[in-house]
């Protein structure tokens, strides 16, 4: 699409927004930005889907998680106009309607989820890990979540999380 479009502010000077074409969750989605919105704000503001968190913005916390292209990528740092055209997949994307995939189950049965604000980025930084390596290691987790904090746990909790997922022997625990 990538449609330049001129309008006139308040105060009377002219601001360049952006028509773009974005595929989000599968869907395709036709929002008009200027081109320093980010693609958190895009996401969560003119989209509607709130499930990917504003933590840092300043790429440092990982909440803002997103996957474009298969890659995990932090939303709050990356331009909504440099993602046109691409596949973009939030963590709304992972659940089929009320029902949790595996990888959210796993959260949930080994206490990963904690106070939940950083849930989201590390669940699509692992999905983005157990897409490419289906039986990761726990130095293999410990690698894929490097840009992703938790402030509320000493992270093994999330690293069984997504050793249950890929199905490696770690059962739930009991909480």
Do not use: W
């Amino acid at each position: 699409m990538d449609q330049i479009t001129d309008r006139t502010t308040v105060n009377g000077k002219k601001s360049r927004s952006r028509v773009l074409e974005m595929s989000i969750n599968g869907e395709t989605h036709e929002i008009t930005v200027k081109p320093r919105v980010m693609l958190l704000e895009a996401i969560r503001d003119k989209i509607g889907l709130t499930g990917t968190k504003d933590g840092c913005e300043s790429g440092t916390c990982g909440a803002c998680t997103v996957l474009v292209d298969g890659q995990p990528t932090l939303s709050c740092i990356s331009l909504a106009v440099e993602n046109e055209g691409k596949d973009i997949r939030t963590v709304e994307d992972l659940a089929d309607g009320d029902n949790l995939n595996f990888l959210q189950e796993a959260f949930l049965d080994q206490g990963g989820t904690q106070c939940g604000f950083c849930t989201p980025g590390m669940l699509m930084s692992a999905t983005a890990l157990l897409e490419k390596n289906p039986k990761p290691t726990r130095d293999d987790i410990n690698k894929a979540l490097e840009g992703n904090l938790c402030r509320c746990t000493g992270y093994n909790s999330i690293v069984d999380s997504i050793l249950q997922a890929s199905d490696q022997g770690v059962k739930p625990r009991l909480l």
